[in-house]
């Protein structure tokens, strides 16, 4: 990944050109992802899961729509390839589909499984209960996305 923090003359100098080469030299580095804004509920899933199959019929195409979708966006993370290195704090599991839900790094809670969309809603709302109350004033994370 390449980021451009805007073009530079060859006569610009000072703390603001240096400041740009620096952010944009850290930004560089980090893996897509690697920045967590937020919740995130993390969905562990494997090829030929049924029950992870039935949670994207049933769940997954409204999700991202949703109130809970919006306060922890909805990532997946498939077990049989190498483990994401922004979430080595959190345990590994063999079980599909887990949902871990995930704030700065911290596991908050895991729902093991997929009990339908009867009771998903309801597990994950208590899990969502969990985290620090969302900011009720300022600039929101989700400003200008499609709702």
């Known amino acids: 990944m390449f980021v451009s923090i805007g073009k530079r003359s060859a006569g610009s100098t000072g703390m603001a050109g240096l400041a740009g080469l620096i952010l944009g030299l850290a930004l560089s580095s980090l893996a897509p ?3 967590a804004l937020g919740a995130e509920l993390v969905m562990l899933e494997q090829p030929g899961c049924p029950w992870c ?3 994207n019929e049933e769940i997954a195409p409204a999700y991202a729509r949703t109130e809970e979708g919006r306060r922890a966006p909805l990532r997946r993370v ?4 190498p483990w994401p290195e922004d979430l080595e704090t959190i345990a590994r599991e063999r ?3 887990t949902f871990i839900l995930v704030d700065e790094g911290l596991e908050i809670g895991r ?3 997929y009990p339908g969309d009867a009771f ?3 597990l ?6 969990k985290l620090p109350q969302a900011p009720t004033s300022g600039t ?6 499609a709702q």
């Open 111 to 113: 729902l093991r499984g």
């Open 78 to 81: 498939d077990i049989t390839e």
């Open 53 to 55: 199959k039935r949670f």
């Open 124 to 129: 994950l709302g208590e899990m969502l209960a």
């Open 140 to 145: 929101s994370v989700n400003q200008g996305q």
């Open 95 to 97: 079980l599909t589909p």
């Open 33 to 35: 992802g690697a920045i």
């Open 120 to 122: 998903f809603w309801g």
